[in-house]
Nanobody, 112 residues
Framework: QVQLVESGGGSVQAGASLKLSCAAS????????SGWFRQAPGKEREFVAA????????VYADSLKGRFTMSRDNAKNTVYLQMNSLKPEDTAVYYC?????WGQGTQVTVSS
């Protein structure tokens, strides 16, 4: 079982940047692809980005391409989500998913 701990969320103004981290423990981290998802109030959880096991390939939700960048450091058992030019509509709880496990979520709030 993989255990995940997310960090890096916060409250920022529109246009700011945040970098989320998701640290994994348990099974071999590098064996799994990873993903970020988000859930805004009153909405369903939606896909944000995914990365393969080596970190060589990433996929993003179409609406987020160019602003969000996902990466991973297998030596640190950590995946990251760099979020730039944040907008109020990016406000949500952000979750990482690795090996079938979900993190607890980290709140991102963007004010205009």
């Amino acid at each position: 079982q993989v255990q995940l701990v997310e960090s890096g969320g916060g409250s920022v103004q529109a246009g700011a940047s945040l970098k989320l981290s998701c640290a994994a423990s348990g099974r071999i981290f590098s064996s799994y692809a990873s993903g970020w998802f988000r859930q805004a109030p009153g909405k369903e959880r939606e896909f944000v980005a995914a990365i393969n096991r080596s970190g060589g390939n990433t996929v993003y939700a179409d609406s987020l391409k160019g602003r969000f960048t996902m990466s991973r450091d297998n030596a640190k058992n950590t995946v990251y989500l760099q979020m730039n030019s944040l907008k109020p509509e990016d406000t949500a709880v952000y979750y990482c998913r690795i090996g079938g496990a979900w993190g607890q979520g980290t709140q991102v709030t963007v004010s205009s």
